[in-house]
């Protein structure tokens, strides 16, 4: 998906989806769409639109939900005159978290976040908003953040913040990666409204301590404990980039060599849950032995030998043949059933209901 429209006119790039097998659909064609960010399941996408006019360095936007076939585009978050950007999805798909700053980069001069829940206008302001544009609610105040990055279990956001640093190139800030809760509980745990610094320092992943400072977290797939983030350069100094892991209590750090020579960092692709087919691997076909007429206990042990299982068991009556034996079989023995590693084959029996014999 492609979005640059936060750069206004010249820059024009519609939210466009690209399919696996080549087919392009542009999903929302206004100029000025931005941050596009796919939902877990693949069913939906989530972009900032800027509106209004240009101030200062960035645009006022909005939030907009669009599904992946083009159909049902929907304003779910209005900046109300800030900048409302970097939207991403919580692993369930329910909720989107996202960023909001003054319009024009610039804290003391309108217009900011807010009215927020305690009836203020701040500078900076992280939130989250259901994926249908009800129950806004803010997570965090004061703290100006970059990239968002959810936790697997949907209680953590992770993200870039500015904070004071002595640095040993002598800056007195630098950007570290810090961990805030999504109930709220954070909600006053930012800074200084004045200065958009001094974030809480119990919620402070990184400890890098130069100008380059740690960029661009992203909690590891299926992960809700480790995450990995960006460095400019590595800690000999070289000026390469390297990728970091660190747990979020801030142990564990090792570097990963994913991105030299000066190339960006690597992205953590999340695997698609729900909303479609389960995948299939290993897909094969695997012969069934014929048990009719075999008694259901010998029927079920000659199917386990051949690795499959016995699926749904109808009874029907017969005088014929002794209780609980095989009257019919699916699929027949002689033909094949389907095996996946995430499916096993079943055979569907139906059993003989007459007379002991």
């Not at 697997?152 to 800056?171: H, M, N, R």
């Not at 749904?312 to 014929?320: A, E, G, I, L, P």
């Amino acid at each position: 998906m492609v979005g640059n429209g936060q750069n206004g006119p010249g820059s024009v790039a519609p939210v466009t989806l690209v399919r696996p097998d080549g087919q392009v659909v542009v999903l929302d064609s206004n100029p000025y769409d931005f941050n596009p960010s796919i939902s877990p399941d693949g069913s939906k996408v989530v972009f900032a639109r800027a509106v209004g006019n240009y101030q200062g360095g960035v645009w006022p936007s909005n939030l907009f939900v669009v599904n992946t076939d083009g159909t049902g585009l929907k304003q779910v978050a209005s900046g109300g005159g800030s900048q409302v950007s970097e939207p991403t999805f919580s692993p369930d798909g329910s909720t989107i978290a996202y960023k909001c700053q003054p319009a024009n980069g610039t804290a003391a001069f309108g217009p900011a976040c807010g009215p927020l829940p305690d009836g203020s206008i701040r500078a900076y302001a992280t939130l989250l908003v259901n994926a249908d544009g009800s129950d806004k609610r803010v997570i965090l105040l004061d703290q100006g953040t970059q990239a968002l990055s959810w936790s697997a279990d949907g209680k953590w956001i992770a993200t870039e913040s500015v904070g004071p640093c002595t640095c040993s190139d002598g800056e007195p800030m630098t950007t570290n990666v810090f961990v805030y809760h999504t109930d709220g509980s954070d909600l006053f745990n930012g800074g200084d409204p004045s200065q958009y610094l001094n974030p809480d320092p119990h919620r402070q992943v990184t400890h890098e301590t130069d100008g380059s400072g740690g960029l661009l977290p992203q909690f590891l797939a299926g992960s809700s404990t480790q995450l990995v983030y960006y460095r400019p350069v590595d800690d000999s100094g070289a000026d390469e980039g390297y990728d970091y892991t660190i747990n979020i209590d801030g142990t564990g750090r090792q570097e990963l060599s994913l991105s030299t020579d000066g190339a960006q960092y690597g992205l953590i692709i999340p695997a698609a849950t729900g909303g479609g087919p389960s995948p299939f691997v290993n897909v094969m076909r695997v012969p069934v032995p014929s048990v009719h007429s075999l008694s259901y206990r010998s029927a079920r042990q000659r199917l386990q030998a051949a690795h499959l299982r016995v699926g749904q068991v109808h009874h029907s009556y017969s005088s014929r043949t002794p209780r609980n034996h095989v009257l019919r079989q699916y699929p027949h023995g002689g033909g094949y059933a389907h095996r996946t590693n995430r499916q096993g084959p079943r055979v569907t029996l139906t059993l003989s209901r007459g007379p002991r014999k």
